[in-house]
């Protein structure tokens, strides 16, 4: 027998009576499961990155060659792009790390006034996709901005020096606006390793002598070290390969950029291939040294139930610090989003600190305009589209891995893991590949109708969000349940169905949330598959508005208020749900 019938027979035959007859049936549709898992993650995750290495090793005479890669090693422009891309992401890295190991530790430690409020507020700057964010940076900082007009009121500059910030530091601009959006992931992270923490260990070390900074750098640093590489790894592949924000600060000489126009030549020019190797190439690279130093190293915490540990009331002192932390860094961060929301109700702002004139009329506009409307449907439905699949394929996963003993699991479980690992441009850049005329997956060339293929770029994308919450859940819930309602003669699906689901119920209803919300604001995959008007989802529209002459920047500004205000939903709502485990969702 071959194929998947001859799996299921050779897994029957050791079938006896109705409990085995039921585990047969069990173990025959996880395997069905993990065929079909690996049919589409093959299909639709692998062969976009072998398309994208074949046009990267392979010449016009179909012979393999290396020359193409050496080339971008040569060519000083790409250089260039490369170095700026690697120097960004360091520096997004080291930013966000500042920002978020003082806060989560402070979190941690500490009772204070106000915490659960402000705990909260840390995780606003994910509501507002940071290239939505550089507009608002951009009316701050620009050469006409509000910085400036505060600079001239004040005395500090003279009314005729108009400092252009972000002409002459579009770097850092850069660098700033990715720090303010990413650092909650990482906070996220060392949060939760915070929390797990056993304070037993660091009591010891203090009754030996070792305190302050000394016992924070020998005991504690290395204990977080997981959830430190966890989200760490996801800022710098996010910072490393991120589209949207240089885009919009028009910082050209970066390579995802350069990927992004050399998709135009994508039939006649193999170098916007070899940008796509090194890149993946790089990020891989990173995602294989965070395993290897974290991989799965949670501590066992054995003695934290028996020890007096958790945070303890901040003094005067502390309590202040405390506040001025965690209020300055959410008040600095909201400046995107401040800068978005002025400027859709903005009348007229120009030299001046805050807009001179106010009105509704942009928001009228955007109802009323042709991108605007359509776009929200576009998102909608692409959404609503991938995360119904995400949820079907997720839990079915989740399941396997966690409740069966199939041998392959653990293969699948990598695979579903992998997307976060590989950035969203290289995807996007294989798809537009694979899609070409003559070749295997022409039919869904984004050229015609982009739907399926942005549907499935999404699902792909956000389904480790789904894998993750619901084997978590699975992980939370005792077995013996499953077990008594199959003892009392209910089948494996429908235990499924009317016992598991049920209670996992706020898990996948988080990453279910997630998925939908990252989706409906997705970026890299919007900007590269979506060409025609009429299939525009919503950060495509914003970033199209963006450009236009006259009300083009108000109106992108509206469609982005209207995007935060869901993503805030979506976020809070699986927070409530989830709490510290929230941060579980985004590692590598």
């Known amino acids: 027998m071959r194929g998947v019938g001859g799996v299921l027979i050779a897994i029957g035959l050791d079938c006896q009576g109705r409990f085995g007859y039921e585990?047969?049936?069990s173990k025959s549709f996880a395997w069905i499961v993990w065929l079909f898992a690996m049919a589409f993650f093959g299909c639709f995750f692998i062969w976009p990155i072998v398309t994208t290495l074949g046009g990267?090793?392979?010449?016009?005479?179909?012979?393999?060659?290396?020359?193409?890669?050496?080339?971008?090693?040569?060519?000083?422009?790409?250089?260039e792009g490369l170095r700026n891309a690697f120097f960004l992401a360091v520096a997004t890295t080291i930013l966000?790390?500042?920002?978020?190991?003082?806060?989560?530790?402070?979190?941690?430690?500490?009772?204070?006034?106000?915490?659960?409020?402000?705990?909260?507020?840390v995780l606003v700057p994910m509501i507002l996709p940071p290239f939505v964010g550089a507009i608002g940076i951009r009316q701050i900082l620009g050469q006409f901005g509000?910085?400036?007009?505060?600079?001239?009121?004040?005395?500090?500059?003279?009314?005729?020096?108009?400092?252009?910030w972000l002409g002459r530091g579009q770097f850092w601009g850069v660098v700033a606006v990715n720090a303010l959006h990413l650092y909650p992931i990482l906070f996220l992270n060392l949060t939760a390793a915070l929390a797990n923490l056993d304070p037993a260990m660091e009591e010891a070390a203090e009754n030996l002598g070792c305190t302050g900074l000394r016992r924070f750098r020998k005991i504690t640093l290395p204990l977080i070290v997981p959830g430190l590489f966890a989200g760490g790894t996801i800022v710098f592949i996010f910072a490393f390969t991120e589209l949207g924000v240089p885009l919009m600060f028009d910082y050209a000489r970066v390579t995802p950029v350069q990927i992004f126009y050399g998709i135009k030549e994508i039939a006649g020019n193999p170098f916007p291939f070899a940008l796509v190797v090194v890149m993946l190439a790089s990020t891989l690279l990173l995602y294989a040294v965070s395993r290897f130093f974290a991989g799965d190293a949670n501590h066992a915490m054995a003695a934290k139930a028996t020890t007096a540990g958790g945070a303890r009331e901040a003094g005067p002192l502390m309590r202040l610090i405390c506040?001025?932390?965690?209020?300055?860094?959410?008040?600095?961060?909201?400046?995107?989003?401040?800068?978005?929301?002025?400027?859709?109700?903005?009348?007229?702002?120009?030299?001046?600190?805050?807009?001179?004139?106010?009105?509704?009329?942009?928001?009228?506009?955007?109802?009323?305009?042709?991108?605007?409307?359509?776009?929200?449907?576009n998102s909608l439905k692409y959404a609503s589209l991938s995360t119904a699949f995400d949820l079907i394929l997720g839990i079915a996963i989740a399941y396997i891995v966690v409740r069966t003993t199939l041998p392959?699991?653990?293969?699948?479980?990598?695979?579903?893991?992998?997307?976060?690992a590989v950035p969203g441009l290289v995807l996007a850049f294989g798809y537009i590949?694979?899609?070409?005329?003559?070749?295997?997956?022409a039919a869904l060339n984004p050229g015609k109708d982009p739907t399926l293929l942005l549907v499935i770029a999404y699902a792909v994308r956000r389904l480790p969000y789904v894998v993750r919450s619901a084997a978590a859940g699975l992980q939370q819930t005792s077995v013996t349940l499953e077990e008594a309602a199959q003892n009392l003669g209910c089948p494996p699906l429908r235990t499924l169905w009317r016992v598991t689901l049920p209670l996992i119920a706020a898990n996948l209803l988080a990453g279910g949330l997630l998925a939908f919300s990252f989706a409906m604001l997705e970026v890299s995959d919007s900007l590269v598959l979506a060409q025609k008007q009429q299939h525009y989802p919503i950060t495509k529209a914003i970033y199209e508005?963006?450009?236009?002459?006259?009300?083009?920047?108000?109106?992108?500004?509206?469609?982005?208020?209207?995007?935060?205000?869901?993503?805030?939903?979506a976020i809070f709502g699986a927070s409530r749900l989830l709490g510290r485990k929230l941060g579980a969702l985004f590692r590598v």
Request: a neutral charge; glycine letters at 8%; one cysteine or more.
């Open 56 to 79: 990267a090793f392979i010449d016009a005479d179909g012979k393999l060659t290396f020359d193409f890669i050496a080339e971008v090693f040569k060519n000083r422009i790409y250089l």
């Open 433 to 441: 590949s694979m899609t070409q005329e003559g070749r295997p997956f």
């Open 408 to 420: 392959a699991r653990g293969v699948l479980d990598a695979l579903a893991m992998l997307p976060l």
């Open 96 to 121: 966000t790390l500042a920002i978020a190991l003082p806060l989560s530790w402070l979190a941690d430690r500490f009772d204070f006034p106000g915490k659960k409020l402000l705990s909260a507020l």
């Open 23 to 25: 585990r047969c049936m």
């Open 146 to 164: 509000a910085l400036n007009a505060l600079l001239t009121k004040s005395g500090l500059m003279a009314p005729d020096a108009n400092f252009d």
């Open 545 to 569: 508005l963006f450009q236009l002459l006259g009300e083009g920047r108000a109106i992108s500004s509206a469609l982005g208020v209207w995007a935060m205000l869901f993503l805030a939903i």
């Open 323 to 377: 506040l001025l932390a965690f209020g300055g860094v959410t008040a600095i961060a909201l400046l995107p989003h401040a800068g978005v929301i002025c400027i859709s109700f903005a009348g007229q702002w120009y030299r001046t600190i805050l807009p001179t004139e106010w009105t509704l009329s942009h928001y009228e506009t955007a109802l009323g305009h042709y991108l605007a409307v359509p776009s929200i449907l």
